[in-house]
Every structure is written in structure tokens, then in C-alpha cells.
């Protein structure tokens, strides 16, 4: 079965400053992985998605960038924060077919001082 | 526009009874629906998917669907204190790899 790391747990960072997050997946080749962000007091929010090695979609224009250099990883970058980018950042992949559900990691709350 | 709507509660149910959760969906393409539980703090975790008109039943959780009503629902017999959660539901247009979309959630209290 698929399992989604990530990491860091927890971050805190000041405005401007640059971002990485790192997901790797297990247990399954090729998988469609997704990042999506949940604010507080807000549902989760997509922001990308990719099908495949090189292949980002953006589903919101934003001073966030995402990269999938190898098959199983999935980065979150970010040259410069935003007050407005904190939240519970969560990367999540599908598996099998396009009508299957999302597995999610564990998360990584990022809180911009 | 594609939007799924949950009450946010919160929702309280004694213990023992049963917790009813409802989700309604605007894009009719929709073809795929799920349930997730969040905890406070944590990521969500599936518990149900749904995929055909009718009832489904998983132990002590039942989702229902209705795609002429747009509606989703799930059922929770015998709520434990340890179903207080978040629920989310989730819906699936189909076709594409673009993910699923998210109502805000229902926040589900079980009194002991």
C-alpha cells in the first residue's frame, strides 16, 4: 500500500524568507501526487498536482512553486514568504485509477512570523 | 464553480446514538465521493468512498449517495467518544488527475 512522508512536522519561518518541503512516496510507482494547504478555519485549499516527473499544474497563482524531479518526490518551494502563507500543508497521492481516493501524509504546519 | 457544502457545525450526538453528516455537491459530473476524518491537528485519513447510488456499509459507518439530489451523507451507529472529529467530504469530478475538492468540514462532538 502507499505511504506519504513528509517533512518537517512543524516550522516556523520569517516573512521573506525561502521554503522546501519534501514528500516522498512508498509502495507504488507513477502515483499523481497533490499539494494541498489548509488555513485555519478554511477547507483544504489545491495547489498543485502532478501526473508525472517534470509535470506541475497550478490550480492557484501564488508566490509558491512546486517540482517533481524524480518519480516517488514531490517539493514545495517558496523564495520568499508570506504572512498569508501559513498553514497545515499536506501532500497527498492516488495510487491506482483517476476515481480512487487520496492518501494523505502527516502534514507540516508552517507558521510565517 | 465547483463547490461541496457541509454544515460546520458543531455537531452534537450523545453517545451510543447515531451522528448523521450531510455534504451537498454543485457539479453534476461528479462521480466519485468520499468521507475523511481529521483530528484536531492531524491529516486526513479516508474512511469511506462511495462511487454508485444507494447505501454502502462499513462497520459501524454507512455513506449514502443520491446524484439526482446532489447529496452525500454518513452515517455513524453507535457514535464513541472517539468519532469527535472533523469530517470532511470529498468529491471527484472524474476524468482527470485534478484532485479532489474539499467542503470546509463538519465538526462532530460525541458526548459521553
Known amino acids: 500500500s502507499q505511504t506519504i512522508h513528509q517533512w518537517p512536522a512543524t516550522l516556523v519561518q520569517p516573512v521573506g524568507s525561502p521554503l522546501s518541503l519534501e514528500c516522498t512516496v512508498e509502495?507504488?510507482?507513477?502515483?499523481?501526487l497533490y499539494w494541498y494547504r489548509q488555513a485555519a478555519g478554511r477547507g483544504l485549499q489545491l495547489l498543485f498536482y502532478?501526473?508525472?516527473?517534470?509535470?506541475i499544474s497550478s490550480e492557484v497563482p501564488q508566490n509558491l512553486s512546486a517540482s517533481r524531479p524524480q518519480d516517488r518526490q514531490f517539493i514545495l518551494s517558496s523564495k520568499k514568504l508570506l504572512l498569508s502563507d501559513s498553514g497545515f500543508y499536506l501532500c497527498?497521492?492516488?495510487?491506482?485509477?483517476?476515481?480512487?481516493?487520496?492518501?494523505f501524509g502527516n502534514g507540516t504546519r508552517l507558521t510565517v512570523t | 464553480q465547483k463547490e461541496v457544502e457541509q454544515n460546520s457545525g458543531p455537531l452534537s450526538v450523545p453517545e451510543g446514538a447515531i451522528a448523521s453528516l450531510n455534504c451537498t455537491y454543485s457539479d453534476r459530473v461528479s462521480q466519485s465521493f468520499f468521507w475523511y476524518r481529521q483530528y484536531s491537528g492531524k491529516s486526513p485519513e479516508l474512511i469511506m468512498s462511495?462511487?454508485?447510488?444507494g447505501d454502502k456499509e462499513d462497520g459501524r459507518f454507512t455513506a449514502q449517495l443520491n446524484k439526482a439530489s446532489q447529496y452525500v451523507s454518513l452515517l455513524i451507529r453507535d457514535s464513541q467518544p472517539s468519532d469527535s472529529a472533523t469530517y470532511l467530504c470529498?468529491?471527484?469530478?472524474?476524468?482527470?488527475?485534478?484532485?479532489?475538492?474539499f467542503g470546509k468540514g463538519t465538526h462532530l462532538i460525541i458526548q459521553p
Open positions: 502532478s501526473v508525472g516527473i517534470g509535470q
Open positions: 470529498a468529491v471527484k469530478r472524474g476524468g482527470g488527475a485534478d484532485g479532489l475538492t
Open positions: 462511495i462511487y454508485s447510488n
Open positions: 509502495g507504488t510507482s507513477n502515483p499523481n
Open positions: 497527498a497521492g492516488q495510487p491506482d485509477s483517476l476515481n480512487s481516493p487520496l492518501h
